[in-house]
Protein backbone atom coordinates (compact mmCIF):
# COMPACT_ATOMS: atom_id res chain seq x y z
CA UNK A 1 0.00 0.00 0.00
CA UNK A 2 1.39 3.49 -0.80
CA UNK A 3 -1.08 6.02 0.13
CA UNK A 4 -0.32 7.59 3.87
CA UNK A 5 -3.32 6.48 5.21
CA UNK A 6 -4.68 2.67 4.66
CA UNK A 7 -7.95 2.10 2.67
CA UNK A 8 -11.22 2.54 3.85
CA UNK A 9 -12.67 -0.62 4.92
CA UNK A 10 -15.60 -0.09 2.05
CA UNK A 11 -12.74 0.15 -0.16
CA UNK A 12 -10.38 -2.37 1.26
CA UNK A 13 -13.45 -4.94 1.06
CA UNK A 14 -14.56 -4.16 -2.77
CA UNK A 15 -10.62 -4.32 -3.90
CA UNK A 16 -10.48 -8.21 -1.92
CA UNK A 17 -13.80 -8.55 -3.67
CA UNK A 18 -12.59 -7.97 -6.96
CA UNK A 19 -9.18 -9.63 -6.70
CA UNK A 20 -11.22 -12.96 -6.06
CA UNK A 21 -13.12 -12.65 -8.89
CA UNK A 22 -12.41 -13.76 -12.39
CA UNK A 23 -8.77 -12.14 -13.16
CA UNK A 24 -9.87 -8.57 -15.84
CA UNK A 25 -7.10 -6.70 -17.26
CA UNK A 26 -8.50 -3.36 -15.93
CA UNK A 27 -11.85 -3.03 -13.60
CA UNK A 28 -13.45 -0.40 -12.55
CA UNK A 29 -14.49 0.04 -8.81
CA UNK A 30 -17.01 2.47 -7.21
CA UNK A 31 -16.94 2.59 -3.87
CA UNK A 32 -18.85 5.12 -1.62
CA UNK A 33 -19.32 8.01 -4.57
CA UNK A 34 -15.84 7.50 -5.72
CA UNK A 35 -14.15 5.86 -8.84
CA UNK A 36 -11.06 3.49 -8.78
CA UNK A 37 -9.01 1.18 -11.13
CA UNK A 38 -8.19 -1.91 -10.59
CA UNK A 39 -5.32 -2.83 -12.85
CA UNK A 40 -3.84 -6.86 -13.18
CA UNK A 41 -1.69 -8.17 -15.44
CA UNK A 42 -3.71 -9.48 -18.96
CA UNK A 43 -4.84 -12.61 -19.72
CA UNK A 44 -3.61 -14.23 -23.09
CA UNK A 45 -5.47 -16.81 -24.79
CA UNK A 46 -3.04 -18.24 -26.91
CA UNK A 47 0.72 -17.98 -27.96
CA UNK A 48 0.11 -15.63 -31.11
CA UNK A 49 -1.62 -12.94 -29.12
CA UNK A 50 1.09 -13.32 -26.10
CA UNK A 51 3.74 -12.72 -28.93
CA UNK A 52 1.90 -9.80 -29.94
CA UNK A 53 1.34 -8.22 -26.68
CA UNK A 54 4.25 -9.34 -24.74
CA UNK A 55 4.38 -10.63 -20.78
CA UNK A 56 1.71 -9.22 -19.24
CA UNK A 57 3.68 -9.76 -15.91
CA UNK A 58 6.24 -7.52 -17.01
CA UNK A 59 4.47 -5.19 -18.14
CA UNK A 60 2.36 -4.30 -15.12
CA UNK A 61 5.93 -3.96 -13.55
CA UNK A 62 6.59 -1.24 -16.23
CA UNK A 63 3.25 0.81 -15.26
CA UNK A 64 3.90 0.27 -11.70
CA UNK A 65 7.33 2.11 -12.37
CA UNK A 66 6.34 4.49 -14.15
CA UNK A 67 3.34 5.56 -11.72
CA UNK A 68 6.19 5.43 -9.21
CA UNK A 69 8.78 7.81 -11.33
CA UNK A 70 6.25 9.93 -11.91
CA UNK A 71 5.05 10.56 -8.27
CA UNK A 72 8.53 11.25 -7.08
CA UNK A 73 8.66 13.81 -10.00
CA UNK A 74 5.64 15.19 -8.84
CA UNK A 75 4.48 14.99 -12.87
CA UNK A 76 0.56 14.19 -13.72
CA UNK A 77 0.02 10.57 -12.67
CA UNK A 78 -2.72 8.89 -11.40
CA UNK A 79 -2.09 8.32 -7.32
CA UNK A 80 -1.26 4.03 -6.52
CA UNK A 81 -3.62 3.58 -3.51
CA UNK A 82 -2.54 0.41 -3.36
CA UNK A 83 -0.35 -2.80 -4.75
CA UNK A 84 0.55 -6.02 -4.68
CA UNK A 85 2.57 -8.75 -6.91
CA UNK A 86 0.00 -8.90 -9.41
CA UNK A 87 -2.29 -5.88 -9.33
CA UNK A 88 -2.27 -1.82 -9.03
CA UNK A 89 -4.94 0.11 -7.38
CA UNK A 90 -5.16 4.07 -8.78
CA UNK A 91 -7.38 6.87 -8.32
CA UNK A 92 -9.35 8.06 -11.63
CA UNK A 93 -8.70 10.84 -12.67
CA UNK A 94 -11.07 11.45 -15.28
CA UNK A 95 -12.22 10.49 -19.00
CA UNK A 96 -9.77 10.09 -21.53
CA UNK A 97 -8.93 12.75 -24.32
CA UNK A 98 -10.16 11.13 -27.11
CA UNK A 99 -13.68 10.22 -24.75
CA UNK A 100 -14.46 13.68 -24.55
CA UNK A 101 -13.65 14.82 -27.85
CA UNK A 102 -16.01 12.20 -29.15
CA UNK A 103 -18.47 13.10 -26.31
CA UNK A 104 -21.37 15.44 -27.26
CA UNK A 105 -21.80 16.48 -23.85
CA UNK A 106 -18.18 18.17 -24.16
CA UNK A 107 -18.03 21.61 -25.18
CA UNK A 108 -15.88 22.83 -27.61
CA UNK A 109 -14.14 24.64 -24.83
CA UNK A 110 -13.49 21.90 -22.78
CA UNK A 111 -12.08 19.41 -25.53
CA UNK A 112 -9.96 22.64 -26.78
CA UNK A 113 -8.62 22.68 -22.51
CA UNK A 114 -8.45 18.90 -22.34
CA UNK A 115 -6.01 19.42 -25.62
CA UNK A 116 -4.04 22.00 -24.56
CA UNK A 117 -3.93 20.77 -21.11
CA UNK A 118 -2.91 17.33 -22.61
CA UNK A 119 0.11 18.43 -24.90
CA UNK A 120 1.45 20.84 -21.92
CA UNK A 121 1.58 17.60 -19.49
CA UNK A 122 3.46 15.56 -22.78
CA UNK A 123 5.70 18.66 -22.93
CA UNK A 124 6.15 18.60 -18.70
CA UNK A 125 7.46 14.99 -19.00
CA UNK A 126 9.64 15.04 -21.65
CA UNK A 127 11.52 18.33 -20.23
CA UNK A 128 11.83 15.97 -16.72
CA UNK A 129 14.17 13.58 -19.16
CA UNK A 130 11.04 11.14 -19.87
CA UNK A 131 9.59 9.75 -22.35
CA UNK A 132 5.64 7.75 -21.85
CA UNK A 133 6.11 5.51 -24.71
CA UNK A 134 2.75 5.58 -26.30
CA UNK A 135 1.14 9.16 -25.47
CA UNK A 136 -1.94 8.60 -27.74
CA UNK A 137 -5.00 10.64 -26.89
CA UNK A 138 -6.98 7.30 -24.80
CA UNK A 139 -3.70 7.51 -22.59
CA UNK A 140 -4.32 11.16 -21.27
CA UNK A 141 -7.17 12.06 -19.06
CA UNK A 142 -8.57 14.89 -18.53
CA UNK A 143 -11.08 16.38 -16.00
CA UNK A 144 -11.77 20.28 -15.60
CA UNK A 145 -10.39 20.79 -11.68
CA UNK A 146 -7.38 19.07 -11.96
CA UNK A 147 -5.96 19.52 -16.10
CA UNK A 148 -4.83 16.55 -17.73
CA UNK A 149 -3.01 13.24 -16.17
CA UNK A 150 -1.18 10.29 -18.08
CA UNK A 151 -2.44 7.08 -17.62
CA UNK A 152 -0.72 3.38 -18.56
CA UNK A 153 3.11 3.57 -18.47
CA UNK A 154 3.45 -0.05 -20.22
CA UNK A 155 5.95 1.40 -22.45
CA UNK A 156 7.50 4.37 -20.43
CA UNK A 157 11.06 5.06 -20.44
CA UNK A 158 12.78 6.68 -17.54
CA UNK A 159 16.03 7.62 -19.50
CA UNK A 160 14.62 9.17 -22.72
CA UNK A 161 17.05 9.94 -25.35
CA UNK A 162 15.93 13.18 -27.94
CA UNK A 163 14.98 10.30 -29.92
CA UNK A 164 12.21 8.94 -27.65
CA UNK A 165 10.74 12.34 -26.92
CA UNK A 166 10.35 13.45 -30.93
CA UNK A 167 8.30 9.68 -31.00
CA UNK A 168 6.21 10.43 -28.28
CA UNK A 169 4.95 14.18 -29.65
CA UNK A 170 4.78 12.65 -32.91
CA UNK A 171 2.66 9.63 -31.56
CA UNK A 172 0.50 12.02 -29.84
CA UNK A 173 0.09 14.52 -32.23
CA UNK A 174 -0.82 11.30 -35.20
CA UNK A 175 -3.75 10.36 -32.46
CA UNK A 176 -5.61 13.18 -32.12
CA UNK A 177 -5.87 13.08 -36.42
CA UNK A 178 -6.47 9.44 -36.66
CA UNK A 179 -9.42 10.04 -34.27
CA UNK A 180 -10.55 13.37 -36.14
CA UNK A 181 -10.03 12.65 -39.41
CA UNK A 182 -8.92 15.43 -40.53
CA UNK A 183 -6.56 18.56 -39.37
CA UNK A 184 -9.07 21.05 -37.70
CA UNK A 185 -8.91 23.73 -34.96
CA UNK A 186 -8.43 20.98 -31.92
CA UNK A 187 -5.46 19.66 -33.62
CA UNK A 188 -3.97 23.09 -33.72
CA UNK A 189 -4.74 23.83 -30.29
CA UNK A 190 -3.03 20.58 -29.20
CA UNK A 191 0.20 20.94 -31.43
CA UNK A 192 0.72 24.58 -30.47
CA UNK A 193 0.57 24.06 -27.32
CA UNK A 194 3.18 21.14 -27.08
CA UNK A 195 5.14 23.48 -29.35
CA UNK A 196 5.24 26.37 -27.29
CA UNK A 197 5.96 24.33 -24.27
CA UNK A 198 8.24 21.44 -25.73
CA UNK A 199 12.03 21.39 -24.82
CA UNK A 200 14.12 23.42 -27.32
CA UNK A 201 14.73 21.99 -30.28
CA UNK A 202 12.11 18.99 -30.44
CA UNK A 203 9.19 20.76 -32.62
CA UNK A 204 12.61 20.95 -35.86
CA UNK A 205 13.29 17.33 -34.78
CA UNK A 206 9.40 16.47 -35.40
CA UNK A 207 9.58 18.02 -38.73
CA UNK A 208 13.04 16.32 -39.72
CA UNK A 209 11.79 12.61 -38.54
CA UNK A 210 8.40 13.32 -41.09
CA UNK A 211 10.31 14.53 -43.86
CA UNK A 212 12.86 11.78 -43.91
CA UNK A 213 9.88 9.53 -44.81
CA UNK A 214 8.27 11.58 -47.55
CA UNK A 215 9.41 8.59 -50.16
CA UNK A 216 5.91 6.80 -48.28
CA UNK A 217 3.82 9.63 -48.94
CA UNK A 218 2.92 7.97 -52.79
CA UNK A 219 2.42 4.02 -51.16
CA UNK A 220 0.41 5.66 -48.45
CA UNK A 221 -2.02 7.67 -50.87
CA UNK A 222 -2.28 4.39 -52.78
CA UNK A 223 -2.96 2.46 -49.81
CA UNK A 224 -6.28 5.03 -49.41
CA UNK A 225 -6.96 4.64 -52.86
CA UNK A 226 -7.89 0.94 -52.33
CA UNK A 227 -8.91 1.02 -48.46
CA UNK A 228 -10.28 4.74 -48.22
CA UNK A 229 -11.25 3.73 -44.53
CA UNK A 230 -7.47 3.75 -43.58
CA UNK A 231 -7.40 6.53 -40.72
CA UNK A 232 -4.11 6.13 -39.70
CA UNK A 233 -2.34 5.83 -42.80
CA UNK A 234 -4.64 8.71 -43.71
CA UNK A 235 -3.45 10.46 -40.32
CA UNK A 236 0.19 10.08 -41.28
CA UNK A 237 -0.04 12.61 -44.51
CA UNK A 238 -1.81 14.92 -42.37
CA UNK A 239 0.63 15.16 -39.67
CA UNK A 240 3.14 15.02 -41.97
CA UNK A 241 1.75 18.46 -43.85
CA UNK A 242 0.98 19.85 -40.95
CA UNK A 243 4.58 19.99 -39.28
CA UNK A 244 5.82 21.01 -42.72
CA UNK A 245 3.60 23.84 -42.71
Known sequence: MTDDSPLSP?????????????????????????HYWLKRPEVHRNLIRRLQKGDPARALAADRAGLTRMAALG???PRVL?????????????????????DPGTTEAERHAALRDAA?????????????????????????????????????????????????AVLFLHSILQLQRE?????????????????EGVWEKMQRRVDRVRWIAPLARLVLWLQPKAHEVRAALQLRRALRD
Do not use: M
Open 10 to 34: ALAQALNAALASTPSRILPLSVEGR
Open 75 to 77: LPA
Open 82 to 102: AEGPEYVLTEDVGPPVATLLR
Open 120 to 168: RALARLHHSGLAHGRPKIRDICWRQDRGATLIDFELFNPVADRTAVVRD
Open 183 to 199: RDAFFDTAAQAYRDAAP
